[in-house]
């Protein structure tokens, strides 16, 4: 490569490099705005001007989100729904990618079809089916209320289904002649080796269900059964809206998946990576 070229890509890479750190500003300010609005006082936050940093720092709506409302019960609700659905959805999605992967059975493959339908359905689309069943089954303000329409992710399926395929036979036939049970080969073969995709796929489905908004707020009417995403809402005050407390409380309820994010980020890029994958 000649200087001239050289100085090209470097033109390039310097553009793509502002442009990549620009995007990054565009993004991350919201943020930014959120965090240090909740840490001003009322009558700065409401100001017809912007001020990127507090004149009077407070925590006063931090103290009033944990000491004034009911936020320790809406973390114990999204802490119990998350870890369910994230416990139940993962575990029968290994073992629905498995069956599927593994054993030859009748409508095996209508089986696999419908998953791959189901998974180009939203699911605002199912919400009134959801929120009729439920109530039908008298579970509305219930913790199983909340966690039974969303224990399904078909892309949790296709993934396990896709790793299982990748598995040579041959660790399946000596498994077999040993005369190991399909749980045993699951459970003391294949998922020895796919540790990594079931950490990846746990850590996703968990963010997902903590950032869940629209179910949980259909499914509970009792504030003390609301979960963290839903709760913030109700952080107001009898003479209206108070923007910063709003903003406190809506910190503390992203502050779990940002932490969990932060600490098992590879693990997160890799799971979002096999989505992509499949969607693509």
């Known amino acids: 490569m000649n200087a001239t070229a050289a100085r ?3 033109v390039w890479g310097g553009l793509i490099t502002l442009a990549t750190i620009a995007c990054a500003v565009v993004w991350a300010f919201p943020l930014y705005w959120g965090v240090v609005s909740s840490l001003k006082p009322e009558d700065e ?3 017809p001007y912007i001020e990127l940093w507090p004149e009077t720092l407070t925590f006063q709506h931090y103290v009033h ?3 004034a409302t009911q936020i320790g019960a809406w973390y114990l609700n999204s802490v119990v729904v ?3 659905v994230t416990v139940i959805c993962v575990f029968t999605s290994m073992l629905c990618g498995y069956a599927i992967s593994q054993l030859r059975f009748p409508g095996r493959t209508a089986l696999w079809w419908l998953i791959l339908a189901s998974f180009m359905v ?3 689309a199912l919400i009134i089916n959801h929120f009729v069943l439920v109530a039908q ?3 509305l303000n219930t913790w199983a209320g909340i966690m039974l329409p969303q224990l399904i992710h078909p892309v949790i399926i296709i993934v396990y289904k896709q790793f299982f ?9 000596a498994a077999v002649m040993d005369n190991a049970s399909e749980f045993a080969i699951l459970f003391k073969v294949y998922l020895p080796m796919n540790w990594g995709v079931t950490t990846a796929l746990s850590i996703v489905c968990f963010i997902w269900t903590w950032n869940a908004f629209l179910w949980p707020f259909l499914a509970v009417t009792k504030t003390e059964m609301m979960t963290v995403t839903v709760g913030i809402t109700q952080v107001n005050d009898a003479f209206g809206i108070y923007y910063a407390r709003e ?3 809506a910190v503390l309820a992203g502050l779990p998946v940002a932490l969990a994010y932060l600490f098992f980020q590879r693990r997160v890029t890799e799971a979002i990576t096999l989505s992509a994958g499949i969607k693509g």
């Open 165 to 173: 395929d990748q598995v040579p036979r041959d660790f399946r036939e």
């Open 82 to 84: 998350a870890l369910g």
């Open 45 to 47: 936050v409401v100001r």
């Open 122 to 124: 939203p699911t605002q």
């Open 137 to 139: 089954l008298g579970l």
């Open 65 to 67: 989100a944990i000491f």
């Open 247 to 249: 903003l406190a409380a």
């Open 8 to 10: 090209t890509w470097n």
